[in-house]
Structure formats: C-alpha cells, structure tokens
Nanobody, 128 residues
Framework: QVQLVESGGGSVQAGGSLRLSCAASEYTRNIQFMGWFRQAPGKEREGVATVGSDGISSYADSVRGRFTISQDNAKNTLYLQMNSLKPEDTAMYYC??????????????????????WGQGTQVTASS
C-alpha cells in the first residue's frame, strides 16, 4: 500500500511562490507515474503536472511555464514548485501515484482516473 503525505500549502499574495512536497512510503517500487492534481470548490479534480519513470513531465496548459514538477528518488519525495501564483490557482492540491506497473499513454497522464493512490491534500490560496 502506497501512502502519500503532502505538505507546503499556504496562503500567498498573487504573484508569490510556494513549493509543495509529497512524501511517499517506501513501497513505491514499480510506480511508473506520480503527479499533482487540484480541486477547487464546485469543480472537478484536474491534473496539474505529472512525471513518469521515463523522466518526461506533463503540464496543464494553465500552469505551464509557472509550475515545475520534480522528484528526489533517494528521498521518495515529489515536489511542485509554483511561481507567479494567480487567484485561479486557489484549490486543494493532491499528490497521486499510479498503481504498480501501470503505464500511461499521453492522454492518460493528466487524468485523475489514471491514478490509484492519493494523499489527503494541502490547501493553496492565492489572493489578489
């Protein structure tokens, strides 16, 4: 069972930065993809950024150029550096991982339904 714990959320002014962290349990072998999703009140959960074991990252158009996903395999930790935050980035941010061994096609890499493990979420608020 993979366990994911997010941290680093908070409240910032628009234009500010935050870095989210996701600590994964040691049982992450054969996990091919990890990523970040977000959900604002009244909206569906949407993909923000994901990274595969092939080292290739995928980003939502709304965050490309402002957010950067990275991982430290030695620490089993996934990061999301968020710069130039906008009020529309305000949401609960979730860390996610695919089921062991599952490979994703390009269209699947930002779909919430492609991921089987989820953290509890961390709130990000950017105010104008």
């Amino acid at each position: 069972q993979v366990q994911l714990v997010e941290s680093g959320g908070g409240s910032v002014q628009a234009g500010g930065s935050l870095r989210l962290s996701c600590a994964a349990s040691e049982y992450t072998r054969n996990i091919q993809f990890m990523g970040w999703f977000r959900q604002a009140p009244g909206k569906e959960r949407e993909g923000v950024a994901t990274v595969g074991s092939d080292g290739i990252s995928s980003y939502a158009d709304s965050v490309r150029g402002r957010f950067t996903i990275s991982q430290d395999n030695a620490k089993n930790t996934l990061y999301l550096q968020m710069n130039s935050l906008k009020p529309e980035d305000t949401a609960m941010y979730y860390c996610a991982a695919t089921n062991p061994g599952r490979w994703l096609s390009w269209p699947e890499r930002l779909r919430a339904g492609s991921f089987g493990y989820w953290g509890q979420g961390t709130q990000v608020t950017a105010s104008s």
